[in-house]
């Protein structure tokens, strides 16, 4: 947690190569966001989606009433997916391989969601 620049990583010897236009100081609180909206989240996402869990929360959030709390939730991640990248290649000024194979992805979860066939199973 010291160091948060990604120094430790080997990134570059002051690790802010390419982040000039990153609004933050250190890695420190994009990775804690990472890891809950793109780590966590869609693990819980993709367990509910298989199980069936009630969780109050997620119905309040639903911005979908007559389908499935956690199937809306799969579309917020595509969203969120989407959005993080293309934060992402704004900040760095830069567009990888990577970028493009997680905007495609974030697309794809947006898509396999809105297949008709999806959208029936988790209709309530």
Same mark, same amino acid.
């Given at each position: 947690?010291?160091?948060?620049?990604?120094?430790?990583?080997?990134?570059?010897?002051?690790?802010?190569?390419?982040?000039?236009?990153?609004?933050?100081?250190?890695?420190?609180?994009?990775?804690?966001?990472?890891?809950?909206?793109?780590?966590?989240?869609?693990?819980?996402?993709?367990?509910?989606?298989?199980?069936?869990?009630?969780?109050?929360?997620?119905?309040?959030?639903?911005?979908?009433?007559?389908?499935?709390?956690?199937?809306?939730?799969?579309?917020?991640?595509?969203?969120?997916?989407?959005?993080?990248?293309? +934060?992402?290649?704004?900040? @760095? *000024?830069? #567009? &990888?391989?990577?970028?493009? %194979?997680?905007? +495609?992805?974030?697309?794809? @979860? *947006?898509? #396999? &969601?809105?297949?008709?066939? %999806?959208?029936?199973?988790?209709?309530?």
């Amino acid at each position: 947690m010291k160091r948060s620049t990604g120094t430790i990583r080997g990134m570059c010897e002051n690790g802010t190569r390419g982040f000039e236009h990153n609004p933050l100081a250190s890695f420190l609180f994009p990775g804690i966001i990472l890891l809950l909206v793109l780590g966590v989240m869609p693990t819980m996402i993709a367990i509910s989606l298989i199980c069936y869990i009630h969780w109050g929360l997620g119905e309040r959030l639903n911005l979908y009433p007559d389908r499935y709390w956690a199937w809306t939730f799969s579309l917020y991640t595509g969203f969120a997916l989407i959005i993080w990248i293309m +934060a992402q290649v704004y900040w @760095i *000024q830069d #567009v &990888s391989i990577i970028h493009l %194979v997680y905007f +495609a992805w974030g697309v794809g @979860i *947006q898509v #396999v &969601s809105l297949l008709p066939g %999806v959208q029936r199973i988790y209709s309530k």
